[in-house]
T-cell receptor
Framework: KAGVTQTPRYLIKTRGQQVTLSCSPI?????VSWYQQTPGQGLQFLFE???????NKGNFPGRFSGRQFSNSRSEMNVSTLELGDSALYLC??????????????FGPGTRLTVL | GQQVMQIPQYQHVQEGEDFTTYCNSS?????IQWYKQRPGGHPVFLIQ?????EVKKQKRLTFQFGEAKKNSSLHITATQTTDVGTYFC??????????FGTGTRLKVLA
């Protein structure tokens, strides 16, 4: 079974631009969660989607948004990029809902650099 | 705000030595998960504990959840070079507040 895939793997943007990241979960998994990882703040939970609905959200500004499609694929969007948004963005899928309550499988991440 | 601290931040051990990392939360957790992240890699789920005082073992790894559900530990017996990486704990507190620990970076010297 294929693992979680994320595209693109690397991205360079400039301040003020917007970016969309994509995540394809493991086949059959309906829950997708997004995380931001930086050296300074560590791993932080962004949000979780289950059956196309955002179920939970971390403490990030409204510039960070996401959605999930009927095939469980998910996208994350960051608008008006700031230098501090430079990070590794990870998505994780789980078989059932409630990613933080179940075994999660992480993708390789998208490395976003904001110049 | 709520924090989940892990100690130590870094640990260098000789291959064959034991290793323990501790995870301490300022509030009660519903559960605790442990992840391992190799250098340049992504987190890999190791285990989840949900009961107060729970202890689980996976080969050389022993995981424990404190009685008050505010702390947890991961102990590795007889470390191997393949154990190198950063170990994170993560847990849910209150209304779905999911927080990761600060991580412990383990280096194993052959």
């Amino acid at each position: 079974k294929a693992g979680v895939t994320q595209t693109p793997r690397y991205l360079i943007k400039t301040r003020g631009q917007q970016v969309t990241l994509s995540c394809s979960p493991i086949s059959g998994h309906r829950s997708v969660s997004w995380y931001q990882q930086t050296p300074g703040q560590g791993l932080q939970f962004l949000f979780e989607y289950f059956s196309e609905t955002q179920r939970n959200k971390g403490n990030f500004p409204g510039r960070f948004s996401g959605r999930q499609f009927s095939n469980s694929r998910s996208e994350m969007n960051v608008s008006t990029l700031e230098l501090g948004d430079s990070a590794l963005y990870l998505c994780a899928s789980s078989l059932e809902g409630g990613g933080p309550y179940n075994e999660q499988f992480f993708g390789p991440g998208t490395r976003l650099t904001v110049l | 705000g709520q924090q989940v601290m892990q100690i130590p931040q870094y640990q260098h051990v000789q291959e064959g030595e034991d290793f323990t990392t501790y995870c301490n939360s300022s509030t009660t957790l519903s559960n605790i998960q442990w992840y391992k992240q190799r250098p340049g890699g992504h987190p890999v789920f190791l285990i989840q504990l949900v009961k107060s005082g729970e202890v689980k073992k996976q080969k050389r790894l022993t995981f424990q959840f404190g009685e008050a559900k505010k702390n947890s530990s991961l102990h590795i017996t007889a470390t191997q070079t393949t154990d190198v990486g950063t170990y994170f704990c993560a847990g849910v507190s209150g209304t779905y507040k999911y927080i990761f620990g600060t991580g412990t970076r383990l280096k194993v010297l052959a």
